[in-house]
Structure formats: C-alpha cells, structure tokens
C-alpha cells in the first residue's frame, strides 16, 4: 500500500495539525522500520517514517519534541508532514486506517 520514496522527495513537508496515538511497535508493523531511529531523546524527533502513498503524496510520520527515550509500547502523539494541508488531511485517514484495519 505505502513505498519508501527517495529522501530528496520529503523536502518541503511541514505539520498541519494531522496527529494521531500510536506506539513506535504499532507504526512499525504497518509501515516497516523508520528511516531515522535516533532515540535517545536528544534530538526534538526520535523516529521518523518517510512514505509514499499509492496516488503519490509524500509525508514523513514522526514524534516531536518528546526529549526522552521512547518504549516501542508506549503511546505517542504522532505528527503528519505533509506538502500541503489536503494532502496531510488525506493521508491522516489513510494512516489511520492501516494503523486500525
């Protein structure tokens, strides 16, 4: 359903207030490992997955500004970037789908 797009193609994407809860556990199962894994809190995102739906819209899901290590099982506040806001609100649904089949 979702491929791994090149990273060049994420530039330009920004939050427009898509979020959902979810675990790291829960991401990885329905997307694959994240492109960046550098959780040890030091950095204002942990994990980052960047996608590609099948209509071809681009956008990065990862955690922001936590501070911490995170547990795969813990429940997390989300964030969608995306190019524009249509796009973001697209893809929330779609995330939020393949998150709760």
Known sequence: MFTKPKHVEVNGTSFFNDE???T????TKAFGEPDCNDNDGANKTNFEWILKTPDGIVFTIYD???YRSL????DIAWHIGAHDRNQSNKVWS??????RP
């Open 64 to 66: 922001w500004k936590e």
């Open 24 to 27: 790291v556990a829960e991401i």
């Open 71 to 74: 547990e795969v099982d813990e």
């Open 94 to 99: 779609q995330v939020v789908r393949a998150l």
């Open 20 to 22: 959902f809860i979810a």
